[in-house]
């Protein structure tokens, strides 16, 4: 800080935005130097801290990262995306410059950003700059999206106002016209206290939505049966009595259809309906029983129709409900039916009951995410089984780097648990270097089929090109330049398993589940297993893409 | 081939497609699937073989690929990319699908391809879709750069005509107004006949302006001295007398400035002037002595102003140039002096005498980029020293795997050789598992200083975060499934020297000359080791960034 000419304090434009990011929670910033696998580790760390901030480099960092924030900003993870670029000059005369497009236009790649993020900034004027800082953060965390911010290499130094960084940001959830809101919720209350049969169905946007703690008031206030969809896993409390788990239909390791399929009445809290979470549309609910809650619009149906902030609206409605005139139903769900002899089926429901409150848990695209549905969790288990859309392949083993750099400053105990597929593993392995350098802790269970099971039963169990080559995936720690066991205090363990006699005695053992060092556990599987009622679904799903491809 | 109604022929159009590739001389199509790795191999197999094509999953797959494609854009390499896109109908009805927005608007992607492809091709519909086809592929040859081919999947099978398959497509070069191009080649010759002290200077668009011919019997024709830039390394037959190597100004290996600074006449060929290229803009010849052949653009200074096809008016050029009345300059230039001591310098010279013809050179961005000005390279000998102004890192190990490829291809007994950095390595490792997964053969040598050596002389040799993690790098080809010696006939051979005397034995061995399978060199060199004459350069820009940070 120093002091300008008429007596107020300054400080650069660089400490201004970072001091802003730290308000909001931010302690650490990844950069995409080299690759682009820190994106990944970023958005995992912004899944678990609530709002991150990545640095790339203008031109190639910035497209590098592209897939990543796409991913972020489709699935409603907050990101602060600040690219570093040229100076402002070289944009006045149109320099001919590294990583741009050579042809003097330097805004291209800018411009790209406004269809990936909620709000850009343009941090080429002193005297808008900080304005613009703070209402971009603004719409990254009420909106819970990535912004974009173009910082000129000659502004990071620029002296700006210190003083607007006294007052916090405002963020207080958005209120509605109290009128309508009343009117909503009378009805709302009415459909609840003449169902019969009702239940609470919840979606992954609740963590966006901000209403995580609302919707698991509202699960334990009524007693109601509650499902979550597959994007929704691990946001209602495990140890509620009346969570019974994932709703997949027909095809979940439990199936809740006679139950839902009879209902009267489906409170659906935060959806995202797309074709992956929806099992291909044979799970969803009736229109005329449901009545749904998203982010600032509440109604019968799947999107709703009335404008209303949902958070305050459920504030209002837990304040409001009278527990005495609820139906009756919390033992109405049959009871779970464990004996599923197949193999990833068993592996999920055995590895549960190891999970400990903060630990967090990630599930890979393909076999481990629909297997992830298995999990039986425990109280505050944080479960990101992060894709009901965007999907990208290698996504999670840098998206646990920065989980497992996000438990260590949350530093609760908690672990960072990784279920990676072979498949997925090889796109983005270099990023267990960023592991061992910042030598953080991790277990990693390797689920090795030798290739892309899941890819072979959409499109054919004979499909050469869907093989994965053959790595010696447990040297790979080794050869990034992790110390030997006895080495130092900071030592990995890797272990190579291919039956329940080779797995057991570790799971078993205390010293395995202490939380410190990478683990690596090569789980090796058969070649076509994944979920038992995860198959059906996607033969299905193979079936009618061979009669017609258009369905992809 | 199948007959329709009116009795002519028709194919699938995903045959029309792949039928007008291979008339291009396209042998392979790269896949994107699972990385982004697999499109910088495309770029290596784009550069060897003249065009290449790139297919990719829509959404994650093509932002993805968005980076190295963003690059052919911008350094003029022809590339077909094809996107797999959902069906057409998904698009009529907003369909809320994988790898969407989840907002119904599923032509967000392919918009952005407009800034960074010449030509882009929706096949939405069948009528149309053979002619957009046609003009696509010729606008990228003729272009010499990347196109985007949208491809529903249900436009895959679609029955076109086979006709127009019988005649190719239309590439001939584009001719000139006669009258203006006979006034314009007077005017160049006069100015070559008056010329005392005149220099041919050759930049890298020679390969996408299709005159590396026409360039090189300019140069043999006339005798005149003759430079390239950096990125025009390896357009020049090295064998020509005549020709003398990289003009990196007062920074390359050889300091030809007592010639250039004094010369009265500058040919300068397919200039692609960026800063980096430039050495910072201080190796550039004054506009006045400069006569620039661009693509379509010829004239006095570096831009040209008169539209002319180059093609054309260099042939004319040949024909009719009297070589009587040039002036005798041969021996202008000094003797080169190769008594350098510095070791990157030094390794670069002595591997340069087991180069043959066929081999293809490939030099990973920082320091083997401007090590690689130091190269003396034999007849026929390719050298892609990629990047002059995209520059992103990670590129090279990929492109050798698709210049790997290429070789195979071509059977023409050529290596691959690439020079790779330590950094650079750890951020597309994997692409190595492809090698060995089709057996392919190539040299990689890793020019192991610990850290982003370029990076730090720009930055401060002080910074931390500059530092490379220590990986095993010789275990990767083992950890990625390579067979070990010994076992069939597919063997990867590894070296870790650190002397002269480590190294010397391997290079005198003419079985490691043999080209077969992957050879891995770790070659350790000191931390803060690069080309001699190139360190002046960074410092300069690294002063020059400290007092203005509006340069970089």
């Known amino acids: 800080m120093s002091t300008n000419l008429d007596g107020r304090g300054t ?65 409603y993870s907050p990101m602060v995306h600040i690219v570093g670029c040229p100076a402002r000059k070289t944009y006045r005369v149109g320099g001919v410059v590294q990583h741009s497009l050579g042809d003097g236009k330097l805004r291209v790649h800018a411009n790209i950003w406004k269809h990936y993020t ?48 006294a007052t916090p940001l405002h963020l207080s959830p958005l209120t509605n016209d109290q009128e309508i809101e009343d009117e909503v919720l009378e009805t709302v209350l009415n459909h609840i206290y003449a169902s019969k049969q009702p239940y609470v169905l919840v979606d992954g946007l609740a963590a966006s939505d901000q209403i995580v703690d609302e919707v698991n008031r509202f699960a334990s206030t009524t007693g109601f049966p509650t499902l979550s969809y597959t994007f929704g896993g691990g946001i209602v409390d495990g140890s509620l ?50 009545i749904s809650f998203g982010r600032k619009v509440i109604g019968v149906g799947y999107a709703g129709t009335l404008s209303l902030y949902v958070k305050s609206v459920l504030r209002k409605l837990l304040d409001k409900i009278d527990t005495s005139r609820l139906p009756n139903v919390q033992k109405a769900l049959s009871p779970p039916d464990y004996s599923a002899p197949i193999y990833q089926d068993t592996f999920n429901l055995r590895l549960s009951s190891h999970f400990r409150p903060k630990d967090v848990i990630i599930c890979a695209n393909a076999t481990p995410l629909p297997g992830g549905r298995g999990f039986v969790l425990p109280l505050d288990v944080t479960l990101i089984i992060n894709s009901s859309i965007w999907l990208s392949i290698g996504h999670m083993l840098p998206a646990a780097q920065g989980v497992a750099l996000a438990q260590r400053e949350l530093n609760t105990g908690g672990r960072t ?81 291919s039956t329940w006699g080779d797995l057991m005695p570790t799971l078993e053992d205390s010293k395995f589940w202490d939380g410190k060092g990478p683990k690596m556990v090569n789980v090796r599987m058969d070649l076509m297993d994944m979920a038992k009622r995860f198959k059906p679904v996607l033969k299905m799903q193979g079936d009618l893409l061979r009669a017609d491809p258009g369905l992809e």
Not at 11 to 31: C, D, I, N, P
Not at 39 to 60: D, E, P
Not at 434 to 459: C, G, P, Q, W
């Open 118 to 165: 909620v709000a850009q900034a343009a941090l080429f004027n002193p005297m808008t700059a900080i304005e613009l800082i703070d209402q971009t953060l603004q719409a990254c965390v009420q909106e819970s999206r990535p912004v974009y911010l173009e910082m000129p290499s000659d502004m990071v130094t620029v002296a700006v106002q210190e003083e607007p960084l």
């Open 417 to 497: 648990i990784l279920f990676e597929g072979d498949g997925s593993f090889q796109v983005s392995a270099q990023e267990l270097s960023t592991v061992i350098k910042h030598k953080l802790d991790a277990y990693i269970f390797l689920i090795n089929n030798s290739r892309y099971t899941y890819e072979r039963m959409l499109h054919g169990e004979d499909q050469e090109y869907k093989d994965v080559a053959r790595w010696n995936y447990l040297m790979t720690l080794e050869m990034m330049g992790a110390p030997r066991k006895g080495e130092g205090d900071y030592t990995v363990d890797t272990y190579d398993v």
């Open 241 to 290: 009595p009346n969570y019974h788990g994932i709703d997949a239909g027909k095809f979940g390791t439990l199936d809740f259809t006679p139950y839902t399929s009879t209902a009267d009445l489906c409170l659906l809290f935060s959806p995202f309906l797309t074709n992956v979470n929806m099992q291909s549309y044979t799970n969803i609910p009736p229109k005329c029983i449901t």
């Open 11 to 75: 400080v650069s434009l660089a400490t201004y935005l970072f001091t802003r990011l730290r308000q909001l929670g931010v302690r650490a910033v990844h950069m995409s130097y080299p690759s682009y696998n820190p994106i990944y580790a970023f958005n995992g760390h912004a899944r678990v801290k609530g709002i991150s901030a990545l640095f790339t480099q203008y031109g190639v960092g910035e497209l590098n990262a592209l897939n990543a924030v796409a991913g972020a900003y489709v699935e």
